[in-house]
């Protein structure tokens, strides 16, 4: 069976702080997907990244920042300088062979205050 | 870009009523997904399709239907409404790739359900 954990529900931060988003993920398969989503408040998911488990570089793409590690089964993901836009509720979903579908973690709500 | 449409952004229906809630995606994918998303309990899954008058149950079908009769149209069936039903519901597509989703899902805005 496939799990995956986002242990902080929420998190609030002042603009220009950094802040990092756990995922912590269960799987037996070797190979699998592991994706991050945004949900701004208007509610539409919007995907932001993609790994899949043999590609444990890291990436890092403006101010969002990706640390994959199957050491530890995790996929975090890192705001640099957080801006007010950053805030939204952001998902970690894990992909597995024989599911067709994703598991998604139950989320975590970023508010960035100005 | 993906457009994913799902027809009402706000529904108000009284329990017992049987609910259509329909998605439709323009870019010829053949997954489509239906998920509820529920304060602390995250997006779960419903029902999803592979493929053209295809479903598969997910992890919470119980109450809900679907059909799907045409490729970009995935329709969400609540048979008769209850409260516990109030919720957001969240229509999504993707490219195939067999049974390993390999590639992203493409969001509606979702509908706020309210059963009353």
């Known amino acids: 069976a496939q799990k995956v954990t986002q242990a902080q529900t929420e998190i609030s931060v002042v603009e220009k702080e950094d802040v990092t988003l756990d995922c912590v993920y269960e799987t037996r398969d070797t190979t699998y997907y592991l994706f991050w989503y945004k949900q701004p408040p208007s509610g539409e998911l919007v995907f932001l990244i993609r790994?899949?488990?043999?590609?444990?570089q890291n990436e890092i793409s403006g101010r969002y920042s990706w640390n994959f590690q199957k050491s530890t089964s995790s996929f975090n993901f890192t705001i640099t300088a957080s801006q007010v836009v950053d805030s939204a509720v952001y998902f970690c979903?894990?992909?597995?062979?024989?599911?067709?579908?994703?598991?998604f973690g139950d989320g975590t709500t970023l508010t960035v205050k100005p | 870009d993906v457009k994913v449409t799902q027809s009402s952004r706000y529904l108000v229906k009284r329990t017992g009523e049987k609910v259509f809630l329909e998605c439709v995606q323009d870019m010829d994918h053949e997954n489509m997904f239906w998920y509820r998303q529920d304060p602390g309990l995250g997006l779960r899954l419903i029902y999803f399709?592979?493929?053209?008058?295809?479903?598969e149950k997910g992890d919470i079908p119980e109450g809900y239907s679907v059909s799907r009769e045409k490729k970009e149209r995935f329709s969400l069936i609540l048979e008769s409404a209850s409260t516990n039903q109030t919720s957001m519901y969240l229509c999504?597509?993707?490219?195939?790739?067999?049974?390993?989703?390999?590639?992203?899902?493409?969001f509606g805005d979702g509908t706020r359900l309210s059963i009353l």
């Open positions: 790994r899949n488990s043999f590609d444990e």
């Open positions: 999504a597509s993707s490219i195939s790739t067999g049974t390993l989703l390999r590639e992203p899902q493409h």
């Open positions: 399709s592979y493929d053209v008058k295809m479903k």
């Open positions: 979903a894990l992909s597995g062979p024989n599911a067709g579908k994703s598991t």
